[in-house]
Nanobody, 127 residues
Framework: QVQLVESGGGLVQAGGSLRLSCAASVRTFRNYVMGWFRQAPGKERELVAA????????YYADSKKGRFTISRDNAENTVYLQMNSLKPDDTAVYLC????????????????????WGQGTQVTVSS
Protein backbone atom coordinates (compact mmCIF):
# COMPACT_ATOMS: atom_id res chain seq x y z
CA GLN A 1 0.00 0.00 0.00
CA VAL A 2 1.29 3.44 -0.95
CA GLN A 3 0.21 6.62 0.74
CA LEU A 4 0.72 9.91 -1.06
CA VAL A 5 0.46 13.27 0.69
CA GLU A 6 0.51 16.50 -1.29
CA SER A 7 1.46 19.90 0.11
CA GLY A 8 2.36 23.35 -1.06
CA GLY A 9 -0.91 24.55 -2.50
CA GLY A 10 -2.47 27.88 -1.68
CA LEU A 11 -3.65 31.22 -2.98
CA VAL A 12 -1.36 33.10 -5.35
CA GLN A 13 -1.76 36.05 -7.69
CA ALA A 14 -1.58 35.62 -11.42
CA GLY A 15 2.03 35.54 -12.54
CA GLY A 16 3.19 34.04 -9.27
CA SER A 17 4.78 30.69 -8.49
CA LEU A 18 4.14 27.70 -6.29
CA ARG A 19 6.05 24.51 -5.60
CA LEU A 20 4.00 21.45 -4.81
CA SER A 21 5.39 18.42 -3.04
CA CYS A 22 4.11 14.86 -2.84
CA ALA A 23 5.60 12.62 -0.18
CA ALA A 24 5.25 8.86 -0.61
CA SER A 25 5.25 6.37 2.23
CA VAL A 26 6.82 3.44 0.42
CA ARG A 27 10.31 1.94 0.53
CA THR A 28 10.42 1.24 -3.18
CA PHE A 29 9.54 4.75 -4.34
CA ARG A 30 12.11 4.46 -7.11
CA ASN A 31 9.98 1.72 -8.70
CA TYR A 32 7.06 4.06 -9.35
CA VAL A 33 6.29 6.32 -12.25
CA MET A 34 4.83 9.47 -10.71
CA GLY A 35 2.33 11.88 -12.16
CA TRP A 36 0.74 15.18 -11.28
CA PHE A 37 -2.86 15.72 -12.31
CA ARG A 38 -5.31 18.51 -11.72
CA GLN A 39 -9.06 18.73 -11.55
CA ALA A 40 -11.11 21.89 -11.66
CA PRO A 41 -14.80 22.00 -10.63
CA GLY A 42 -16.98 20.47 -13.31
CA LYS A 43 -14.02 19.35 -15.39
CA GLU A 44 -12.29 16.04 -15.98
CA ARG A 45 -9.05 15.15 -14.27
CA GLU A 46 -6.16 16.02 -16.58
CA LEU A 47 -2.50 15.22 -16.62
CA VAL A 48 -0.08 18.02 -15.85
CA ALA A 49 3.19 16.09 -15.97
CA ALA A 50 4.70 12.67 -15.32
CA UNK A 51 8.19 11.50 -14.50
CA UNK A 52 10.02 8.22 -14.94
CA UNK A 53 11.25 6.05 -12.11
CA UNK A 54 14.79 7.44 -12.25
CA UNK A 55 13.70 10.98 -12.98
CA UNK A 56 15.60 10.95 -16.25
CA UNK A 57 12.52 11.28 -18.44
CA UNK A 58 9.53 13.55 -18.15
CA TYR A 59 6.28 14.10 -19.98
CA TYR A 60 4.19 17.26 -20.00
CA ALA A 61 0.76 18.09 -21.25
CA ASP A 62 1.27 20.53 -24.12
CA SER A 63 -0.26 23.51 -22.36
CA LYS A 64 2.02 23.07 -19.35
CA LYS A 65 5.34 22.97 -21.15
CA GLY A 66 7.63 25.81 -20.24
CA ARG A 67 5.72 26.89 -17.14
CA PHE A 68 5.65 23.71 -15.06
CA THR A 69 8.56 21.46 -14.07
CA ILE A 70 8.26 18.03 -12.51
CA SER A 71 11.14 16.51 -10.58
CA ARG A 72 11.73 13.85 -7.98
CA ASP A 73 14.10 12.99 -5.16
CA ASN A 74 14.18 9.23 -4.72
CA ALA A 75 16.25 9.53 -1.55
CA GLU A 76 13.46 11.62 -0.02
CA ASN A 77 10.56 9.67 -1.56
CA THR A 78 9.19 12.93 -2.91
CA VAL A 79 8.02 14.27 -6.25
CA TYR A 80 7.73 17.99 -6.92
CA LEU A 81 5.87 20.27 -9.27
CA GLN A 82 7.29 23.74 -9.77
CA MET A 83 4.66 26.03 -11.26
CA ASN A 84 5.60 29.43 -12.65
CA SER A 85 3.69 32.22 -14.39
CA LEU A 86 0.47 30.95 -12.92
CA LYS A 87 -2.83 31.90 -14.52
CA PRO A 88 -6.37 31.92 -13.15
CA ASP A 89 -7.10 28.93 -15.42
CA ASP A 90 -4.56 26.94 -13.38
CA THR A 91 -6.94 27.01 -10.42
CA ALA A 92 -7.71 23.41 -9.48
CA VAL A 93 -7.06 20.64 -7.01
CA TYR A 94 -3.67 19.15 -7.81
CA LEU A 95 -3.18 15.47 -7.14
CA CYS A 96 -0.17 13.21 -7.36
CA UNK A 97 -0.40 9.61 -8.47
CA UNK A 98 1.85 6.56 -8.58
CA UNK A 99 2.13 3.60 -10.95
CA UNK A 100 4.50 0.65 -10.69
CA UNK A 101 3.12 -1.43 -13.56
CA UNK A 102 5.02 0.05 -16.50
CA UNK A 103 7.75 2.41 -17.60
CA UNK A 104 6.90 6.01 -18.42
CA UNK A 105 4.89 6.18 -21.62
CA UNK A 106 1.88 7.68 -23.32
CA UNK A 107 -0.32 5.49 -21.16
CA UNK A 108 0.48 7.78 -18.24
CA UNK A 109 -1.63 10.52 -19.72
CA UNK A 110 -4.60 8.45 -18.59
CA UNK A 111 -5.58 8.59 -14.88
CA UNK A 112 -6.54 4.92 -15.09
CA UNK A 113 -2.86 3.99 -15.50
CA UNK A 114 -2.15 4.91 -11.89
CA UNK A 115 -2.65 2.68 -8.89
CA UNK A 116 -2.42 5.14 -6.02
CA TRP A 117 -3.60 8.70 -5.49
CA GLY A 118 -3.15 11.42 -2.94
CA GLN A 119 -5.97 13.54 -1.55
CA GLY A 120 -4.89 16.62 -3.44
CA THR A 121 -3.92 20.18 -2.62
CA GLN A 122 -5.88 23.23 -3.68
CA VAL A 123 -4.24 25.83 -5.90
CA THR A 124 -6.12 29.08 -6.42
CA VAL A 125 -4.79 31.75 -8.75
CA SER A 126 -6.39 35.17 -8.46
CA SER A 127 -6.50 37.66 -11.31
Amino acid sequence: QVQLVESGGGLVQAGGSLRLSCAASVRTFRNYVMGWFRQAPGKERELVAAISRSGGSTYYADSKKGRFTISRDNAENTVYLQMNSLKPDDTAVYLCAADNDSSLGSVHRNPNAYDYWGQGTQVTVSS
